[in-house]
């Protein structure tokens, strides 16, 4: 045998194992990229889900505080009682505390407010449906005027700075009496607060 025939009977099976290594390397770097991109993509979508559903949250939010504060500025006790859960509007002493609340934000003219748009909670899932969703809001600030002397002709006016938190059970699957506010705290910054409804009735 020629020197040039044992050279390649050497080189050629070494060049097979090396395009075999080589296939081998480039499917699994394939494999490797592909599982990385399902990843990416994977966490895209749980990504733009989760950003849909805070989006959703602080829309409600947003929604309830401006009508919480419209019924008190506006003085609507009938649609402030709608807020509230069933569970809640039956209990005796709701009408009276309604009636104290109405009495205890006092608004002649109202003049700003600060909302906020995120707060705690918690929520339960089944099968991809939300069965349970429960939000704990406050409204910072509520700004009025307030005629202390209830003179029409002078209209002395005292400014008044109120606060809100609430707690909201926005679904409940598996008791829609519990769903709508169950407690409200309304505070009259730095000086008195009052409260309806029952903290723990979602307990």
Known sequence: M??????LSIVLPLVIVFLLTSCSNVKDFINEGGKKIEQ??????????LTDLMNEESEKIDQMSKEIIRCFTER??????VL????IRNQPSFDDEINKAFEFLTCDVYIT????????????WDSGKRTKWSVWPDIPYIAV???????S??????SRYYSIYYDWQIVNDEDNSLEGIQYMKIELLNV??????DKQIVK
């Open 192 to 197: 008195d607060s009052m409260e309806i409804g």
């Open 76 to 81: 609507d006790k009938e649609a402030l009682k």
């Open 84 to 87: 509230f859960c069933e569970q």
């Open 113 to 124: 407010s600060e909302r906020t748009t995120s707060a705690g909670g918690e929520e339960s």
């Open 40 to 49: 990416t993509a994977l966490e895209t979508v749980r990504s733009s889900q």
């Open 2 to 7: 020629s020197f040039r025939m044992k050279s």
């Open 145 to 151: 005027l307030y005629d202390f002397d209830g003179d």
């Open 153 to 158: 002709l002078t209209h002395d006016m005292e």
